[in-house]
């Protein structure tokens, strides 16, 4: 596969904004290419040209196209700092409310939500919470509704929420809590924000301050 041009890029992701309104051309260069050039292999092509006309002919390569760009990578209790940091931090501000509600934005297959919810019910607080957690990805959202993930990434999910400072066993919360009570996994036409988390999403956009209408 030849080097990716900018033109091409722009000018694919024009059609996509155009066909399928998802937009695409703020999204960390770095990041798409990479994505794209994946996508290119995936469909067994071997140039953007080609992977341009098979979307505009193909709803369903459309589709796909549009899961390999969104999906995010995630996992339970990814990046334990962060969570460690909240634990510490912000709960303590978040105990001061009668009713908290907090959104995931770009929740990809829910395991940001649901570690949110756990850590949030071992402090006490879970009971007042409400979660939303969004994403333009329907196949994803699907996936964090189901809330089944693989048993073989369990030791590092554990791992994970040892490090944030959990006090129990991973696999013992998740036969006791029904994580899905108060989590909202709605696409974003369906939500208005109080309070937002924009830890997952922001990364992947060139300048998160210029796209108040991300959603």
Not at 31 to 48: T, V
Not at 93 to 103: C, D, E, N, S
Not at 123 to 148: F, M
Request: charged share 25%; net charge negative; proline share 4%.
């Amino acid at each position: 596969m030849n080097k990716l041009d900018d033109r091409e890029i722009s000018s694919l992701l024009e059609t996509v904004y155009e066909r399928a309104g998802y937009d695409f051309r703020d999204y960390a260069p770095s990041s798409l290419r990479r994505r794209i050039g994946n996508i290119i292999r995936d469909e067994k092509l071997s140039s953007i040209p080609e992977l341009h006309e098979k979307i505009l002919c193909d709803m369903e390569a459309m589709q796909r196209f549009i899961y390999a760009v969104t999906v995010n990578v995630t996992s339970l209790f990814r990046d334990p700092d962060f969570y460690r940091s909240f634990r510490s931090e912000v709960v303590p501000i978040l105990r001061t409310y009668p009713f908290v509600r907090l959104w995931t934005a770009g929740c990809s297959t829910g395991e940001e939500a649901y570690s949110l919810a756990i850590l949030l019910e071992e402090e006490e607080i879970y009971s007042r919470c409400r979660i939303y957690a969004t994403d333009i990805n329907e196949e994803a959202l699907r996936k964090a509704r189901g809330g089944v993930y693989p048993l073989s990434l369990m030791k590092e999910y554990s791992e994970n929420y040892i490090a944030t400072g959990g006090r129990a066993s991973l696999s013992d919360i998740n036969r006791a809590y029904d994580l899905g009570v108060n989590s909202y996994l709605v696409k974003p036409a369906n939500f208005h924000a109080f309070v937002s988390m924009m830890k997952t999403v922001g990364q992947y956009w060139t300048n998160l301050n210029e796209k108040p209408d991300l959603f």
